[in-house]
C-alpha cells in the first residue's frame, strides 16, 4: 500500500514539517511568533529536507554514471580516494556525526570516476545513520557496481551525541573499517594504510 508521504507534494511535506517543528518549538518553550523564529520552523523543515536528500538518490546510478574500462595493473594495485568528508545524522538523536571517509578498491576491468565515490558518500551519510552501517553500505555499493579485486572502506567520525550530551566526551572519536576480496590479505591492507599515512 502506498505510505501517505508518496501520496504528497514537496509543497504539502515541507509544510506539514514545518508545522511539526513549530509545535515542536513551543513544547520546548520558545515564543514562535517572535522575529528571529517566525521563519524558523520552515528553514529547520528545508534543511532537514537537504540533511535526508540521500533518500532521492540512487548510490548504485551514482557509480554507473562514470565507469570506465581501463587496464590499471594486477589484481594486488591499490587506488585510494582518501579525505573525502562527510556530515551524517545519527538515527538515535538525530544529531549530527562527521569525519572523514577512506576508500580504497582493487580495479578489475573498471574504474570510477573521481569524484563518484565522494558523491556516494554523501547518498548514504544524507540520511538517518549509524557509522557501522554507513560504511557497509559504502561497501558493498562499490562491490556490486564496480566489481573489484577488493574493496576497503574505513570512516573515522566524531558523534555529537556523544559531545553535546548524554557522556559528554569531547575527543572520544570511533573508526569503522570493512573490507573485501583480496582486501582480506593482511599485507595488502597494511600497503593502504600506509598510503593512508603518506599525508
Ligand atoms: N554503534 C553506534 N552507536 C551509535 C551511533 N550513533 C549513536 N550511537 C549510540 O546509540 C546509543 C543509543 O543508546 P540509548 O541508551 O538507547 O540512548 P541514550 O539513553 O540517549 O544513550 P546515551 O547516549 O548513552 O545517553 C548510544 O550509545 C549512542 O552513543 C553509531 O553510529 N553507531
Ligand atoms: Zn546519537
Not at 509545535?23 to 537537504?50: C, H, Q, W, Y
Amino acid at each position: 500500500m502506498q505510505k501517505v508521504q508518496d501520496r504528497l507534494s514537496d509543497q504539502e511535506k515541507e509544510d506539514l514539517i514545518a508545522g511539526h517543528y513549530k509545535s515542536i518549538l513551543e513544547l520546548l518553550g520558545e515564543d514562535v511568533n517572535r522575529e528571529g523564529l517566525e521563519k524558523t520552523p520552515i528553514r529547520v523543515a528545508r534543511a532537514m529536507k537537504f540533511l535526508t536528500s540521500g533518500y532521492d538518490q540512487s548510490p548504485e546510478e551514482i557509480l554507473r554514471s562514470a565507469i570506465f574500462h581501463e587496464n590499471y595493473g594486477d589484481s594486488q594495485r591499490i587506488v585510494l580516494v582518501k579525505d573525502i568528508e562527510f556530515y551524517s545524522l545519527c538515527e538515535h538523536h538525530l544529531l549530527p556525526f562527521f569525519g572523514k571517509v577512506h576508500i580504497g578498491y582493487m580495479p578489475g576491468d573498471k574504474i570510477v570516476g573521481l569524484s563518484k565515490p565522494a558523491r556516494l558518500v554523501d547518498a548514504f551519510a544524507r540520511r538517518f545513520q549509524v557509522q557501522e552501517r554507513m560504511t557497509r553500505e559504502i561497501l558493498d555499493c562499490f562491490d556490486s557496481v564496480i566489481e573489484p579485486y577488493g574493496t576497503i572502506v574505513m570512516v573515522e567520525a566524531r558523534h555529537l551525541c556523544m559531545q553535546m550530551r548524554g557522556v559528554e566526551k569531547q575527543n572520544a572519536s570511533t573508526t569503522t573499517c570493512l573490507y573485501s576480496g583480496n582486501f582480506k590479505d593482511r599485507e595488502l591492507r597494511e600497503e593502504f594504510f600506509s598510503m593512508l599515512r603518506n599525508r
